[in-house]
Structures are given as C-alpha cells and as structure tokens.
Nanobody, 128 residues
Framework: QVQLVESGGGLVQAGGSLRVSCAASGRTFSSYPMAWFRQVPGKEREFVGAINWSGGYTYYADSVKGRFTISRDNDKNMVYLQMNSLTPEDTAVYYC?????????????????????WGQGTQVTVSS
C-alpha cells in the first residue's frame, strides 16, 4: 500500500513556473513507477507524464513536452513535477499516481483507471 499526498499547487501567471510535489508513504515506494495526471471539470483525467521506478526514464504528453519535467527522489519518497512556461490551458487539478507500468511511454496509452494509487490532487491555476 502506498499513500500519496500532493502539494505545491497555487496561482501563477502565464509564462511562470511552479513545482508540485508528491510525498509517498510506504517502504515499497521506490519500486513503483509514478505518473502525473491532470483534470479540469467536465473532462476526462489527462495523462501528463510518467517516470520509471529508478528515475532514469520519463515520457510526457505532447501538450507539456519541453515544458514539464518529472523527477523523483527515492531516498525521500518524493516525486516532483516541474512546470515551466505555464499557460492558462495548464489550469487543472494535478494528481500523482503509482503506476503498474514501468515503461512510461506504455503507461501513456493506458486508461488512467489502471493506476494503482492516487493522491488527493492539488489545484494549479494559471492566470492570463
């Protein structure tokens, strides 16, 4: 079992940067690939990116590629989502999830409901 808690969301102006964090509890955290999703009201949860268990391989949705970076620190049981060059279209609730798929690119094409554990989400709002 893994418990996930996101933090770091907030309000930022377009063009700005924000880093959201995901703190995990559980001794087996380092064995889980992780993913970030986001959701706006009335829309399906959207894949943002994923990272394999070791942190050596990441994959991103086309909409955030080149702007967002996922990293992890297994010693601290943390996963991070660094978001740069934010636009109002990035406004959403951001969720971290423990993934059953170690290949981040493969995870990108799977249903979000297949993720194993979820955090409660953190709101990111980008003003124009």
């Amino acid at each position: 079992q893994v418990q996930l808690v996101e933090s770091g969301g907030g309000l930022v102006q377009a063009g700005g940067s924000l880093r959201v964090s995901c703190a995990a509890s559980g001794r087996t955290f380092s064995s889980y690939p992780m993913a970030w999703f986001r959701q706006v009201p009335g829309k399906e949860r959207e894949f943002v990116g994923a990272i394999n268990w070791s942190g050596g391989y990441t994959y991103y949705a086309d909409s955030v590629k080149g702007r967002f970076t996922i990293s992890r620190d297994n010693d601290k049981n943390m996963v991070y989502l660094q978001m740069n060059s934010l636009t109002p279209e990035d406004t959403a609730v951001y969720y971290c999830a423990a993934s059953p798929y170690n290949d981040p690119q493969y995870a990108r094409n799977r249903d979000w409901r297949e993720m194993l554990y979820w955090g409660q989400g953190t709101q990111v709002t980008v003003s124009s």
